[in-house]
C-alpha cells in the first residue's frame, strides 16, 4: 500500500512539474516556433500602411499629430522604392538607399544575414519605406523660430554625390526663402554606423534660433515569434537614457501610457531593439540631449532625441553631429562602438540579463572555439569539456559526499527501520548519523546550482547572440540556436503538422533522457521512497521538458552527462570497494 501511495505521489508530483515547466518555459525560456525561419524584420507587420509616416517634430521639439490617412494603398517595397530619386548605399554589411524626399535612411538590408538557413534566401530587410507594409526608417531635421521654414517629410533635396560608401560620402542641401541653407553631410564605415553632420548656414541679415533632431519611426510591432518580448529577452523601444540601460518599455507599456510617451532628460542612444537587429539614433558623445519614446498615432512608434533651439549670428553657421546605427547586433561590433566611439553601453543593446557578468565570458570563449574548430556544435561540447575540467575539485567534491553516502547507506536503513513509527527521531538519529560521519547530505547538490548559472548564461548566449545564429551541427542539425526539428510525433516531418511543444519530442531529447537515466543509476539510491520514484520518473521527464529547448543546449547537457558518466566510471574503477560497500 505504501509502495503505491509513494508511486502516485511521485507521478503527481512529476505532472505538475511537466505541466508546470511548460508556462514557465514560455514565459521566461521562450524558443523559436520553427527551427529555419528568421523573416526579414521590415515587412512583417499584418498592420494597414499609412500613406506616409507622422511627421517631424515642430518647432518646440515635441512630435506633432499625424493627419488622419485617406484609405491609404500597401505598396511593395520594390514599387516604393522605385517611386522616389535615390542616392545608393553600398558597404561590405549593408546595401541600401538614401530617399532624397525628405533626406530619410528608408532602405536598409544586411548583406550578412539571410533570412532562412537556405543558401538562396534573400538578405534580412532592416529598414523599409514609407507606405509599405511594415515601415521602419531613420531620419534627422531641424526645428526652428515662427517664420523660419525648416525641411520636411516631402522636402526634395539636393545631392552633391552618387552613392554612399565608406569612401565617399554624399551631402544633401535645400535653401529656404529667408536666408537659410540647411546641409547633410553623411558618411559611412564599414560596418553599421553612418553619421550626419547637420549644418544650417544664415545667410540672413538678423540672428535665428534653430534646432537640431534625429529620430527612428517603426510601424507596427514585430509579429514573428523570436521577437516577443519576455523577461528574459527584451524586445521593443531600448537605450541608454538618463545614465542607465533602460529595458522598461516594451510596445504595449507605452500605448497604455496616458500620454503615450515617456520623456527622459538625457540619452547616450536609444531606438529599437530586436532580437537580433538595433536601430537606433545617438547623438554627440557628451552632448546634452532632451528624449523620447513614444507611440503615434497609426500604430506608429518613435525614439528621437532633440536638440534645443540655438541663436545662430547673420553670415555664421552651426554643425551638429548625429549617427545612425542600423545593424546587426555583433557583440565585437558593438563592443568596438562602446570603447572606441565612446556611445555609452552600447553593448547592453544585447539584454544579457543579471549574469551578463557569467554570460558575456561565456561567449567569448564559445566564439573562440567556434573560430578555432569551425563548427559551433563541436566548439559546444569543447566548452562542456573546459566547464566540466574547471569543476573538477567541486566534482571530487560531490563524488566524495555521494560516496560517504555510499559507505553509510546500511546504517541509515538500519536508523530507518528502527525508528520507522517515530517519523522526529527517525531524522534526529540520522542528522546525528551525518555529524558522526562527517557527511553534508547537501554537498552534491553543489555542483546542480552552479549548473544553473552556467544553463541560463549559455540559454542566453543561444537565444541572444546573432553569432550563433543558424548555425549547424551534423546530419539533420542545420541551426543550433533553434529547436530539434525532428520529431516523432510527426515522423521526423512526413506528417504535416507541428507537434505542441509539450510532445515535440526529438531524437537529441531522447538521447538527453537515456544519458540522465544512465547518469542516475550511478548515483547513490535515495533513502526516501518518494525520492526514489522522482529519481526514477526525472530522466523521462526532462526528456519532455528540454525537447523546445534549442538544440545546442540540449547539445550541451548531453555532453555533460556523459562527461559525468566517464568520471564516475572513472572513480568507481579506481575506488571499486565505494560501489560494493552497500551490498556488506
Same mark, same amino acid.
Given at each position: 500500500?505504501?509502495?503505491?501511495?509513494?508511486?502516485?505521489?511521485?507521478?503527481?508530483?512529476?505532472?505538475?512539474?511537466?505541466?508546470?515547466?511548460?508556462?514557465?518555459?514560455?514565459?521566461?525560456?521562450?524558443?523559436?516556433?520553427?527551427?529555419?525561419?528568421?523573416?526579414?524584420?521590415?515587412?512583417?507587420?499584418?498592420?494597414?500602411?499609412?500613406?506616409?509616416?507622422?511627421?517631424?517634430?515642430?518647432?518646440?521639439?515635441?512630435?506633432?499629430?499625424?493627419?488622419?490617412?485617406?484609405? @491609404?494603398?500597401? $505598396?511593395?517595397?520594390?514599387?516604393?522604392?522605385?517611386?522616389?530619386?535615390?542616392?545608393?548605399?553600398?558597404?561590405?554589411?549593408?546595401?541600401?538607399?538614401?530617399?532624397?524626399?525628405?533626406?530619410?535612411?528608408?532602405?536598409?538590408?544586411?548583406?550578412?544575414?539571410?533570412?532562412?538557413?537556405?543558401?538562396?534566401?534573400?538578405?534580412?530587410?532592416?529598414?523599409?519605406?514609407?507606405?509599405?507594409?511594415?515601415?521602419?526608417?531613420?531620419?534627422?531635421?531641424?526645428?526652428?523660430?515662427?517664420?523660419?521654414?525648416?525641411?520636411?517629410?516631402?522636402?526634395?533635396?539636393?545631392?552633391?554625390?552618387?552613392?554612399?560608401?565608406?569612401?565617399?560620402?554624399?551631402?544633401?542641401?535645400?535653401?529656404?526663402?529667408?536666408?537659410?541653407?540647411?546641409?547633410?553631410?553623411?558618411?559611412?564605415?564599414?560596418?553599421?554606423?553612418?553619421?550626419?553632420?547637420?549644418?544650417?548656414?544664415? $545667410?540672413?541679415?538678423?540672428?535665428?534660433?534653430?534646432?537640431?533632431?534625429?529620430?527612428?519611426?517603426?510601424?507596427?510591432?514585430?509579429?514573428?515569434?523570436?521577437?516577443?518580448?519576455?523577461?528574459?529577452?527584451?524586445?521593443?523601444?531600448?537605450?541608454?537614457?538618463?545614465?542607465?540601460?533602460?529595458?522598461?518599455?516594451?510596445?504595449?507599456?507605452?500605448?497604455?501610457?496616458?500620454?503615450?510617451?515617456?520623456?527622459?532628460?538625457?540619452?547616450?542612444?536609444?531606438?529599437?531593439?530586436?532580437?537580433?537587429?538595433?536601430?537606433?539614433?545617438?547623438?554627440?558623445?557628451?552632448?546634452?540631449?532632451?528624449?523620447?519614446?513614444?507611440?503615434?498615432?497609426?500604430?506608429?512608434?518613435?525614439?528621437?532625441?532633440?536638440?534645443?533651439?540655438?541663436?545662430?549670428?547673420?553670415?555664421?553657421?552651426?554643425?551638429?553631429?548625429?549617427?545612425?546605427?542600423?545593424?546587426?547586433?555583433?557583440?565585437?561590433?558593438?563592443?568596438?562602438?562602446?570603447?572606441?566611439?565612446?556611445?555609452?553601453?552600447?553593448?547592453?543593446?544585447?539584454?544579457?540579463?543579471?549574469?551578463?557578468?557569467?554570460?558575456?565570458?561565456?561567449?567569448?570563449?564559445?566564439?573562440?572555439?567556434?573560430?578555432?574548430?569551425?563548427?559551433?556544435?563541436?566548439?559546444?561540447?569543447?566548452?562542456?569539456?573546459?566547464?566540466?575540467?574547471?569543476?573538477?575539485?567541486?566534482?571530487?567534491?560531490?563524488?566524495?559526499?555521494?560516496?560517504?553516502?555510499?559507505?553509510?547507506? @546500511?546504517?541509515?536503513?538500519?536508523?530507518?527501520?528502527?525508528?520507522?513509527?517515530?517519523?522526529?527521531?527517525?531524522?534526529?538519529?540520522?542528522?546525528?548519523?551525518?555529524?558522526?560521519?562527517?557527511?553534508?547530505?547537501?554537498?552534491?547538490?553543489?555542483?546542480?546550482?552552479?549548473?544553473?548559472?552556467?544553463?541560463?548564461?549559455?540559454?542566453?548566449?543561444?537565444?541572444?547572440?546573432?553569432?550563433?545564429?543558424?548555425?549547424?551541427?551534423?546530419?539533420?542539425?542545420?541551426?543550433?540556436?533553434? @529547436?530539434?526539428?525532428?520529431?516523432?510525433?510527426?515522423?521526423?516531418?512526413?506528417?504535416?503538422?507541428?507537434?505542441?511543444?509539450?510532445?515535440?519530442?526529438?531524437?537529441?531529447?531522447?538521447?538527453?533522457?537515456?544519458?540522465?537515466?544512465?547518469?542516475?543509476?550511478?548515483?547513490?539510491?535515495?533513502?526516501?521512497?518518494?525520492?526514489?520514484?522522482?529519481?526514477?520518473?526525472?530522466?523521462?521527464?526532462?526528456?519532455?521538458?528540454?525537447? @523546445?529547448?534549442?538544440?545546442?543546449?540540449?547539445?550541451?547537457?548531453?555532453?555533460?552527462?556523459?562527461?559525468?558518466?566517464?568520471?564516475?566510471?572513472?572513480?568507481?574503477?579506481?575506488?571499486?570497494?565505494?560501489?560494493?560497500?552497500?551490498?556488506?
Amino acid at each position: 500500500m505504501d509502495d503505491k501511495r509513494n508511486w502516485i505521489t511521485a507521478i503527481l508530483l512529476s505532472a505538475a512539474i511537466l505541466l508546470g515547466w511548460n508556462f514557465v518555459a514560455q514565459k521566461f525560456f521562450p524558443t523559436p516556433k520553427k527551427p529555419d525561419v528568421t523573416t526579414t524584420v521590415a515587412g512583417t507587420s499584418g498592420s494597414a500602411a499609412p500613406g506616409a509616416m507622422p511627421p517631424a517634430p515642430n518647432q518646440q521639439g515635441t512630435a506633432a499629430a499625424p493627419a488622419a490617412p485617406a484609405a @491609404p494603398t500597401v $505598396q511593395p517595397v520594390e514599387t516604393a522604392l522605385a517611386a522616389s530619386a535615390r542616392i545608393p548605399i553600398q558597404t561590405p554589411t549593408i546595401q541600401g538607399s538614401i530617399n532624397l524626399v525628405g533626406a530619410r535612411i528608408d532602405d536598409i538590408t544586411l548583406s550578412k544575414y539571410r533570412q532562412t538557413i537556405k543558401k538562396d534566401s534573400p538578405p534580412v530587410r532592416l529598414f523599409a519605406p514609407a507606405g509599405t507594409k511594415s515601415a521602419y526608417l531613420a531620419s534627422v531635421g531641424w526645428s526652428a523660430q515662427q517664420g523660419i521654414a525648416v525641411p520636411g517629410d516631402n522636402t526634395l533635396w539636393t545631392a552633391s554625390g552618387t552613392s554612399l560608401t565608406p569612401a565617399t560620402p554624399v551631402t544633401l542641401s535645400w535653401s529656404n526663402a529667408t536666408g537659410q541653407t540647411f546641409r547633410i553631410e553623411y558618411s559611412i564605415d564599414d560596418k553599421y554606423l553612418i553619421t550626419a553632420k547637420q549644418t544650417v548656414a544664415n $545667410q540672413s541679415a538678423a540672428p535665428v534660433a534653430v534646432g537640431s533632431y534625429a529620430l527612428i519611426d517603426r510601424l507596427g510591432k514585430p509579429t514573428h515569434p523570436e521577437d516577443h518580448d519576455s523577461v528574459t529577452i527584451h524586445v521593443g523601444p531600448t537605450g541608454f537614457v538618463d545614465g542607465k540601460s533602460n529595458f522598461e518599455w516594451d510596445y504595449d507599456d507605452l500605448e497604455k501610457k496616458d500620454d503615450k510617451t515617456a520623456k527622459f532628460a538625457s540619452a547616450g542612444w536609444l531606438g529599437f531593439s530586436d532580437k537580433y537587429w538595433l536601430a537606433a539614433v545617438i547623438p554627440a558623445t557628451g552632448e546634452k540631449v532632451s528624449a523620447e519614446m513614444s507611440a503615434m498615432n497609426g500604430d506608429v512608434f518613435r525614439t528621437m532625441f532633440a536638440r534645443a533651439n540655438q541663436q545662430i549670428a547673420p553670415n555664421t553657421q552651426v554643425t551638429r553631429t548625429s549617427r545612425i546605427f542600423a545593424g546587426a547586433k555583433e557583440v565585437s561590433i558593438l563592443s568596438a562602438y562602446q570603447d572606441k566611439d565612446g556611445i555609452p553601453r552600447l553593448s547592453n543593446a544585447i539584454d544579457w540579463g543579471w549574469f551578463e557578468f557569467f554570460a558575456v565570458p561565456i561567449f567569448k570563449l564559445l566564439d573562440w572555439l567556434f573560430k578555432q574548430v569551425g563548427n559551433f556544435g563541436v566548439a559546444i561540447m569543447l566548452l562542456t569539456l573546459i566547464i566540466r575540467l574547471l569543476m573538477f575539485p567541486i566534482a571530487q567534491r560531490q563524488f566524495h559526499s555521494m560516496a560517504q553516502m555510499r559507505l553509510v547507506q @546500511p546504517k541509515m536503513k538500519a536508523l530507518q527501520e528502527r525508528y520507522k513509527d517515530d517519523k522526529p527521531r527517525q531524522q534526529q538519529e540520522l542528522m546525528k548519523l551525518y555529524k558522526d560521519e562527517k557527511i553534508n547530505p547537501l554537498a552534491g547538490c553543489l555542483p546542480i546550482l552552479i549548473q544553473i548559472p552556467i544553463f541560463y548564461a549559455l540559454y542566453k548566449v543561444l537565444m541572444l547572440t546573432i553569432e550563433m545564429r543558424h548555425q549547424p551541427f551534423a546530419l539533420w542539425i542545420k541551426d543550433l540556436s533553434a @529547436p530539434d526539428p525532428a520529431h516523432f510525433l510527426n515522423l521526423f516531418g512526413y506528417l504535416d503538422f507541428t507537434p505542441p511543444s509539450l510532445l515535440a519530442l526529438g531524437p537529441l531529447a531522447l538521447i538527453l533522457g537515456i544519458t540522465m537515466f544512465l547518469q542516475f543509476r550511478l548515483n547513490p539510491q535515495a533513502t526516501d521512497p518518494v525520492q526514489q520514484q522522482v529519481f526514477k520518473i526525472m530522466p523521462w521527464m526532462f526528456m519532455f521538458i528540454m525537447a @523546445p529547448f534549442a538544440a545546442g543546449l540540449l547539445l550541451y547537457w548531453i555532453t555533460n552527462n556523459c562527461l559525468s558518466i566517464a568520471q564516475q566510471q572513472f572513480m568507481y574503477r579506481k575506488f571499486p570497494q565505494l560501489k560494493a560497500a552497500p551490498a556488506k
